[in-house]
């Protein structure tokens, strides 16, 4: 297995593939690990969500002529196991166990 850097996650939304069209909405994405400064918009220094919906992909615009390689972005597939390892949580968490005594 192999890791790479992507952007941060700080909101989590919804992916909705229809088999033509994946649509990834709602999401809130960070700077990734590297925090390089590409990312930031040169005159306003503030991030863009670039979303590919034709390959269910989501990451963020570079500024940076050529574009950069410091992180890549989300694929659907990811964003939906993060989905999925949320709906688990949130399901262990609705389970109270009683307490010892």
């Keep these: 297995m192999s890791r ?3 952007p941060s996650v700080f909101q989590v939304g919804k992916v909705r ?3 033509h069209t994946v649509v990834i909405s709602g999401w809130g994405l960070g700077l990734c690990a590297v925090a390089c400064a590409c990312h930031r918009h040169p005159a306003a220094g503030n991030l863009a969500i670039d979303e590919d919906q034709a390959g269910g992909r989501l990451g963020l615009v570079s500024f940076a002529d050529g574009g950069c390689d410091c992180c890549e972005a989300w694929t659907a597939d990811e964003l939906s196991a993060i989905l999925r390892d949320f709906q688990t949580v949130a399901g262990l968490q609705q ?3 009683p307490l010892a005594g």
Excluded: P
């Design 4 to 6: 790479s850097h992507k």
């Design 17 to 19: 593939d229809d088999g």
């Design 95 to 97: 389970v109270q166990e």
